[in-house]
Structure formats: structure tokens, C-alpha cells
């Protein structure tokens, strides 16, 4: 099994940056792409972000793109989500996910981790 802990997440004010951090461990080597995704109050949790194992298929949601970038480490087994020029609606908790090797992220996605709060003050 893989785990997930997520870090990072606190209250800033909009046009600020943060960068999330997920952490995974266990059976990393079984998951290839990994990602976050978010979930507002009174919303349906949605795709943000994902990055593959190689590095070279990244996505982002229309609403981040150009503002967020999402990397990787593979030696450390982490992944980033840098936010930059924040806005009131990013305010969210931010669930790290993987998918296993050879399935789709936003499809399927296989283990998640609890979460991290970002709020964004006007």
C-alpha cells in the first residue's frame, strides 16, 4: 500500500503563494501518476493538477493553469504543488491522490491523502 501526507496548507492573502507538499511511502513504485485535486465547502471535490513518474505529462484544470505548477521527486518521493497569485475561490482543503501504474488519475484515482486546508483572505 502507498500512503499520502499532504503539508503546506495555511491562510494567506490573495495575489500571495504557497506550495503544498505531498509525501508518499509504502509501495511507491506501484503508482505512476500522482496529482491534487480540491474540495470547497459545498462543492463536489475537482482536479487541479498531475504529473507522471517520467516527468513529462503534466495537467493542470483551466482554473490553475499559468498560476500553479505541479513537480515532482522521485528520489524523495514527494510531490509539489506551487501556488502563486492566489484568489479567494482556491480556498479549498487539497487532497494529494495516486494512481496506480498504467491507470488514470483523474479516473481512477487509488489512494488519497487526508488533505490540507489553503485559505485565501480577500
Known amino acids: 500500500q502507498v500512503q499520502l501526507v499532504e503539508s503546506g496548507g495555511g491562510l494567506v492573502q490573495a495575489g500571495s503563494s504557497l506550495r503544498l507538499s505531498c509525501a508518499a511511502s509504502g509501495r511507491t513504485f506501484s503508482t505512476n501518476e500522482m496529482g491534487w485535486f480540491r474540495q470547497a465547502p459545498g462543492h463536489e471535490r475537482e482536479f487541479v493538477a498531475s504529473i507522471t513518474r517520467s516527468l513529462r505529462i503534466l495537467a493542470y484544470a483551466d482554473s490553475v493553469k499559468g498560476r500553479f505548477t505541479v513537480s515532482r521527486d522521485n528520489v524523495k518521493n514527494v510531490v509539489y504543488l506551487e501556488m502563486n497569485n492566489l484568489r479567494v475561490e482556491d480556498t479549498a482543503v487539497y487532497y494529494c491522490?495516486?494512481?496506480?501504474?498504467?491507470?488514470?488519475?483523474?479516473?481512477?484515482?487509488?489512494?488519497w491523502g487526508r488533505g490540507t486546508q489553503v485559505t485565501v483572505a480577500s
Open positions: 491522490a495516486a494512481a496506480e501504474a498504467g491507470t488514470d488519475l483523474v479516473k481512477n484515482p487509488a489512494v
